[in-house]
């Protein structure tokens, strides 16, 4: 039993007398409950995000199992329960535009539960900032576990990184260097166990952005699904929970700027993905928590990469994880940390690192020897083309195109372009600048993964694999190229990117961090007198509740009523 003298919300529940008390403990004891599990012990919330239609995250109940072993061990009850699953693989439009409410699903049902702290398991992408958000908004207790990577993928002789290769290889397919049979082959390959994709994409990043915030324990982000490391870890996850809960250690005290800043910076050093940018804002909206687009750049602006991982580098999260994984990124790291931040272990990131040692200098590099040099991770431009800003992946971008201008190629509808790619006869050439709008959070709606679109045909055939491509959507974590995205103000609310046409030269200045539409403004009045707003694009149910509150990309695209949070105040009686 816990040894807490604080009271516990979940003894409003199975601590009551008369009607109430009996009838919350009554029809929980249909699941065979002794006794003595209502005698004021912390009750723990298992939220998983398990989903046979969510591939990386299929293996969720047996983790909770794990954890429900801690949890018992240390004095817990522990209650599992649903939390709307996302995947990535599967879900139409976007799992983006289901991520606030999952967000919104989890904060309704912790508060409206007997729980005193909660275990998040989460693995694909937006299940990992959809759960984080939700339950800072309610602020109890709070501990996350990633479900872990997949083992790496293989193709003939050869290790292959989930999503990279699935646009590296269409690619090569459509400039006929590579066959149907060739990407089937692949296609078998690449995902071979259970597990989140493991490239440094978006799912890998974010296991790795949480343990930089301190709400995973130590080494949790890196250590493959199947390794049953990860097993033990969920078992250290049971029985830390229930201390977190006696400590009263809620999130909000890990959640701190100091946490931002570290998570900020270990982004950059990982080659992390440009969607990490747009879930931290949400996330330190939740909070109340200062943190900017510009923080993104400025915090970074001295710090290297030094993992090198696809998809900027060659090595998979497997790889990672035997290097040493994410406590030897924080210890290379610690001139530039809050080291005596403590996280969910109870511990100070120093202490939770001091033991780290690195395996394998070829994947995790140093700050005297990186992988890649300062400056290489994610940037802020701004310019009358993006007056709120856009982001570029530095390490996932041509060299040659920092510095670029050239005329605009402009599709309305990632559909047209599609279509348009594969036309031999398309007037483009390398110095084009591929411009792709209504993509945003409210115009697609729900902010894609498309902006990094495809080559065309002709260049591909004449092997060009890069070009400028600019676009108010996101890209994926495992795609690359020389791709500006979060365009804001997005097209649809009336951003400058829609009134850009196509012949209109676009100027692009990494270095000054400018992005420029090179028109006169009397010309740019013009064609906003004429701009007419696109229709609603839907007229009931979550998508229109969505596409009227969301907020743009440099405000994390959460819903405007959601930023911020209730608490976890006990709610009124249901009898």
């Not at 199975?14 to 209502?38: C, K, L, P, T, Y």
């Not at 250690?249 to 440009?274: D, H």
């Not at 998979?316 to 403590?342: I, R």
């Amino acid at each position: 039993m816990s040894t807490t003298n604080r009271p516990l919300r979940s003894g409003q529940w199975f601590g009551a007398e008369g009607r109430n008390g009996f009838i919350h403990r009554s029809w929980m004891r249909n699941q065979g409950f002794a006794d003595d599990v209502f005698d004021g012990r912390p009750v723990i919330g298992i939220a998983t995000t398990w989903s046979e239609l969510t591939p990386c995250n299929a293996h969720l109940r047996d983790l909770a199992e794990s954890v429900k072993r801690g949890v018992w061990e240390s004095g817990g009850l522990p209650l599992e329960f649903p939390a709307m699953s996302l995947g990535e693989p599967l879900m139409r439009p976007t799992t983006m535009l289901y991520r606030n409410l999952l967000a919104m699903e989890l904060e309704e049902s912790v508060r409206a539960n007997p729980l005193d702290g909660v275990v998040l398991l989460s693995g694909c992408d937006k299940t990992t900032p959809g759960l984080l958000m939700g339950a800072a908004s309610v602020d109890l207790p709070t501990l996350m576990l990633t479900g872990g990577p997949m083992l790496n993928g293989k193709f003939r002789g050869q290790d292959i990184g989930s999503g990279t290769v699935v646009w590296r290889f269409t690619e090569e397919m459509r400039a006929g260097r590579m066959t149907a049979a060739d990407c089937s082959e692949a296609e078998v390959g690449m995902s071979r166990s259970r597990g989140h994709c493991m490239t440094m994409g978006t799912a890998s990043t974010m296991a790795c952005v949480t343990e930089a915030l301190g709400v995973q324990l130590p080494g949790a982000a890196a250590v493959p699904a199947v390794d049953s490391r990860r097993y033990a870890l969920a078992h250290a996850a049971g029985r830390r929970i229930v201390a977190m809960v006696e400590q009263d250690q809620r999130l909000s005290s890990v959640l701190t700027r100091q946490a931002f800043e570290n998570a900020v910076r270990v982004n950059a050093a990982i080659g992390g993905s440009t969607n990490a940018v747009v879930h931290l804002l949400a996330i330190a909206g939740r909070l109340g928590v200062p943190l900017s687009l510009e923080d993104f750049d400025t915090l970074t602006a001295d710090v290297p990469i030094l993992v090198n991982l696809m998809p900027s580098g060659k090595y998979l999260m497997e790889d990672f994880a035997y290097a040493g994984g994410l406590p030897v990124v924080m210890k290379e790291l610690a001139p530039l940390l809050h080291m005596d931040h403590v996280t969910v272990s109870g511990r100070s990131v120093a202490e939770n690192v001091d033991g780290a040692q690195c395996w394998n200098r070829d994947v995790i590099g140093t700050l005297g020897e990186p992988f890649q040099p300062a400056g290489s991770g994610t940037v802020v431009l701004r310019g009358s083309l993006a007056p709120s800003g856009a982001v570029l992946k530095v390490s996932a971008a041509s060299a040659q195109l920092l510095t670029h201008t050239g005329p605009a190629l402009v599709f309305d509808r990632i559909e047209e372009y599609v279509v348009a790619a594969d036309d031999p006869d398309l007037d483009v050439t390398p110095d084009t600048v591929i411009v792709v709008r209504n993509a945003g959070p409210r115009g697609y709606p729900g902010f894609p993964e498309v902006g990094n679109v495809p080559m065309p045909r002709r260049l591909l055939a004449d092997g060009i694999t890069d070009m400028v491509r600019i676009s108010d959507a996101r890209m994926s974590g495992t795609g690359y190229g020389t791709c500006i995205l979060h365009v804001a103000p997005e097209a649809s609310v009336g951003g400058p990117l829609a009134l850009v046409r196509t012949g209109d030269l676009i100027s692009v200045d990494v270095s000054t961090r400018r992005l420029e539409l090179l028109v006169d403004d009397t010309e740019l009045a013009e064609r906003r007198s004429a701009w007419q707003p696109p229709p609603p694009v839907a007229d009931r149910g979550w998508v229109r509740l969505y596409s009227e509150h969301v907020l743009q990309a440099d405000s994390g695209a959460d819903l405007d009523f959601l930023v911020g949070g209730s608490g976890s105040e006990v709610p009124r009686h249901s009898h």
